[in-house]
């Protein structure tokens, strides 16, 4: 496995959002292949459950809150200055669906902090502080909404997952220079409990998988492999890019 | 929560149909204007004016304002 440029082995990921979802998937399957884990999320115990389902031993998992101030801080603090990061896995994600009449000051700025804000601090800081490798690899969970496509009620998503994009993008022309890349992976509906809150209802869900091609909504895993993919020596020439895995969607 | 004080706060999300034509009876989700955005608006305005949380489910499962209004209550409960 270690001579497989797709391997992670010797690699030490941060990945936030890590307690669920596509946040946990990815810290599973990384470490399976060899990453060593720093799980980021919210919820101490659903941290736990992640970090006992990862395989590599001298994971860890940091609480923090990217809505509190001290975020940046904790984060970092989690991360060793004799050990800096090899890659970052932004995850964290807000979804509320909220129609554009319904869309107030706080709601706006929670989500636009949460997905597109917070990941840019926190790699300001972490550089900083001299945590993050040259050759680094920073992936964003990103999405096809905003980018590629828009729906009713997910106006503010769409506008902090184009932000996102944006960011990538001009983090990716700016640190090229320390060899540090910087990519999107941009999913279709997933399979996860944000996607779970935020439909409106089972049948709608139905209704909508069946608008994808291949007739189903994504699994976390199959996220997870085109961020391991972002995050391994495989893609040592590719920076600044979405990739889109959503099923076959936005083809139509 | 009276139905009335449920009327009045969700009226203005049907633009095309007058509120005194909102009554227990109306079906809903037969009026012209009535889309899956006014569905979701429903869920948010229901949430923001009168603290009850209710889903799609519970949209689909009530064909009249008056049967929607018991699930009102009960979300709020």
Redesign the interface.
């Given at each position: 496995m270690g001579d497989s440029p797709f391997s992670l082995a010797g690699k030490t990921i941060l990945i936030t959002g890590a307690s669920s979802g596509i946040g946990r998937a990815c810290a599973i399957e990384s470490a399976k292949l060899g990453a060593k884990i720093i799980a980021g999320g919210r919820d101490e115990e659903r941290l736990a459950e992640t970090l006992a389902a990862v395989p590599t031993e001298g994971s860890s998992a940091v609480s923090a809150d990217l809505l509190e101030p001290d975020f940046c801080k904790k984060i970092s603090a989690a991360v060793s200055a004799d050990e800096p990061l090899d890659g970052i896995v932004f995850s964290a994600g807000m979804n509320r669906?909220?129609?554009v009449?319904?869309i107030g000051e706080k709601e706006f700025a929670a989500a636009m902090r949460v997905n597109a804000e917070a990941p840019l601090m926190l790699v300001q800081t972490l550089l900083r502080e001299k945590k993050l490798k040259r050759g680094a690899s920073v992936v964003f969970i990103s999405s096809i909404s905003g980018g590629n496509v828009v729906s009713?009620?997910a106006a503010v998503y769409s506008a902090t997952k184009s932000a996102a994009d944006a960011l990538m993008k001009s983090l990716a022309l700016e640190l090229a220079s320390k060899q540090i890349r910087v990519n999107a992976v941009c999913p279709g509906a997933v399979e996860t409990k944000m996607n779970a809150l935020a439909?409106?209802?089972?049948?709608?869900k139905a209704e909508a998988e069946k608008r994808y091609p291949l007739k189903r909504f994504g699994k976390p895993e199959e996220i997870a492999y085109a961020v391991i993919y972002l995050l391994s020596d495989a893609a040592a020439w590719t920076t600044g890019t979405r990739l889109v895995i959503d099923g076959g969607f936005t083809l139509l | 929560m009276n139905f009335e004080n449920f009327i009045e706060k969700i009226a203005p999300l049907f633009e095309e149909t007058p509120p005194s034509a909102l009554t227990a009876q109306t079906h809903y989700k037969e009026l012209p204007e009535w889309t899956s955005l006014i569905a979701l608006s429903l869920i948010v305005q229901v949430f923001n004016e009168l603290g009850s949380t209710i889903t799609g489910d519970d949209i689909e499962a009530s064909a009249t304002l008056g049967e929607l209004f018991e699930r009102v209550k009960k979300g709020a409960e």
């Amino acid at each position: 496995m270690g001579d497989s440029p797709f391997s992670l082995a010797g690699k030490t990921i941060l990945i936030t959002g890590a307690s669920s979802g596509i946040g946990r998937a990815c810290a599973i399957e990384s470490a399976k292949l060899g990453a060593k884990i720093i799980a980021g999320g919210r919820d101490e115990e659903r941290l736990a459950e992640t970090l006992a389902a990862v395989p590599t031993e001298g994971s860890s998992a940091v609480s923090a809150d990217l809505l509190e101030p001290d975020f940046c801080k904790k984060i970092s603090a989690a991360v060793s200055a004799d050990e800096p990061l090899d890659g970052i896995v932004f995850s964290a994600g807000m979804n509320r669906l909220l129609p554009v009449g319904f869309i107030g000051e706080k709601e706006f700025a929670a989500a636009m902090r949460v997905n597109a804000e917070a990941p840019l601090m926190l790699v300001q800081t972490l550089l900083r502080e001299k945590k993050l490798k040259r050759g680094a690899s920073v992936v964003f969970i990103s999405s096809i909404s905003g980018g590629n496509v828009v729906s009713p009620g997910a106006a503010v998503y769409s506008a902090t997952k184009s932000a996102a994009d944006a960011l990538m993008k001009s983090l990716a022309l700016e640190l090229a220079s320390k060899q540090i890349r910087v990519n999107a992976v941009c999913p279709g509906a997933v399979e996860t409990k944000m996607n779970a809150l935020a439909a409106v209802s089972e049948a709608q869900k139905a209704e909508a998988e069946k608008r994808y091609p291949l007739k189903r909504f994504g699994k976390p895993e199959e996220i997870a492999y085109a961020v391991i993919y972002l995050l391994s020596d495989a893609a040592a020439w590719t920076t600044g890019t979405r990739l889109v895995i959503d099923g076959g969607f936005t083809l139509l | 929560m009276n139905f009335e004080n449920f009327i009045e706060k969700i009226a203005p999300l049907f633009e095309e149909t007058p509120p005194s034509a909102l009554t227990a009876q109306t079906h809903y989700k037969e009026l012209p204007e009535w889309t899956s955005l006014i569905a979701l608006s429903l869920i948010v305005q229901v949430f923001n004016e009168l603290g009850s949380t209710i889903t799609g489910d519970d949209i689909e499962a009530s064909a009249t304002l008056g049967e929607l209004f018991e699930r009102v209550k009960k979300g709020a409960e």
